[in-house]
């Protein structure tokens, strides 16, 4: 069994692709929008006409962790750290609320 065939997927309306949100999650047969499953890159091409060379990929694959880290709770968010003239992140767990 694969992926269209349990109805998890669909192609987009052109047929080059699949159909995806603004993010990259895919939609289902049914029209829903996927909250587990996301995709970048040449199967998004049917959407996003730029989406095979390296500078689309970073865009798309920066946007799609960006709304990943939104979709997360509050006390499990990446906290920017500044450390000199970069960034990291520090994942922080709340052990205590």
């Not at 587990?36 to 990929?57: C, F, H, M, N, S």
Request: aromatic share 4%; with cysteine; proline share 6%.
């Amino acid at each position: 069994m694969n992926l269209r065939s349990h109805g998890l997927i669909r192609p987009n309306a052109i047929g080059l692709g699949l159909d995806t949100d603004i993010d990259g999650a895919l939609y289902a047969a049914d029209g829903n929008v996927s909250t587990l499953l996301y995709i970048l890159g040449t199967p998004r091409k049917g959407d996003l006409w730029e989406t095979i060379a390296v500078p689309e990929l970073r865009v798309q694959a920066q946007e799609l962790s960006e709304a990943l880290l939104q979709s997360l709770p509050v006390r499990v968010r990446p906290i920017p750290l500044c450390l000199g003239n970069s960034f990291s992140l520090l994942l922080l767990g709340v052990h205590h609320l």
